[in-house]
């Protein structure tokens, strides 16, 4: 964000993906004319956010209320809080069981944006227009990959819940079970 790099001109960044700069080699051959301009247009946007003036904002976001929900969003909202406080019912209730639901609801979770990342790799390291055209909704579907990890917490909290323990007694006794 120098000052100097603002003032060039859409041409600069063009030719520097085209050509190279420095320790920076061309591009040309990789990057299509298309695309050099989007990502000269996506620099342009970086810089204009980072230094835009809070006048020159919609009003929505110059007061700070940019998020906003549709009544479906907010029905979503709503199912969540009320899947959560049944999950909370059912956990005092028998919490084995609940934790064990748990537990297979988090791994189901985690099963999509892992498998999709593990996609992506695949078609990154062998290439190919293979995956042109779900390259895209991979990686958004492993965008959701930290909040799946997120569903892991209240199983790791309570693991001695769980109808398979894991812990220093159950490592013994799966020892001594593998040696009978």
């Given at each position: 964000?120098?000052?100097?790099?603002?003032?060039?001109?859409d041409?600069?960044?063009?030719?520097?993906?085209?050509?190279?700069?420095?320790?920076?080699?061309?591009?040309?051959?990789?990057?299509?004319?298309?695309?050099?301009?989007?990502?000269?247009?996506?620099?342009?946007?970086?810089?204009?956010?980072?230094?835009?003036?809070?006048?020159?904002?919609?009003?929505?976001?110059?007061?700070?209320?940019?998020?906003?929900?549709?009544?479906?969003?907010?029905?979503?909202?709503?199912?969540?809080?009320?899947?959560?406080?049944?999950?909370?019912l059912?956990?005092?209730?028998?919490?084995k069981?609940?934790?064990?639901?748990?537990?297979?609801?988090?791994?189901?979770?985690l099963?999509?944006?892992?498998?999709?990342?593990?996609?992506?790799?695949?078609?990154?390291?062998?290439?190919?227009?293979?995956?042109?055209?779900?390259?895209?909704?991979?990686?958004?579907?492993?965008?959701?990959?930290?909040?799946?990890?997120?569903?892991?917490?209240?199983?790791?909290?309570?693991?001695?819940?769980?109808?398979?323990?894991?812990?220093?007694?159950?490592?013994?006794?799966?020892?001594?079970?593998?040696?009978?």
């Open positions: 964000h120098q000052d100097a790099l603002r003032k060039a001109s041409r600069h960044f063009y030719d520097v993906i085209t050509n190279g700069y420095g320790a920076m080699y061309s591009y040309a051959a990789r990057v299509p004319p298309r695309d050099r301009w989007a990502i000269v247009a996506y620099i342009r946007a970086l810089q204009y956010s980072r230094n835009a003036p809070v006048a020159g904002l919609p009003q929505t976001l110059a007061r700070g209320g940019g998020l906003t929900m549709n009544r479906f969003e907010q029905g979503f909202v709503v199912v969540g809080a009320a899947g959560l406080v049944l999950c909370s059912a956990a005092s209730v028998d919490a069981a609940m934790l064990s639901a748990w537990l297979a609801a988090a791994i189901f979770a099963s999509l944006p892992l498998g999709a990342l593990t996609i992506l790799m695949v078609h990154e390291l062998t290439g190919g227009r293979w995956g042109a055209a779900v390259c895209q909704p991979l990686r958004i579907m492993t965008a959701i990959l930290p909040l799946a990890l997120i569903l892991l917490v209240p199983v790791l909290i309570r693991l001695e819940k769980l109808p398979f323990a894991f812990g220093p007694k159950a490592v013994v006794s799966s020892l001594v079970m593998l040696h009978r």
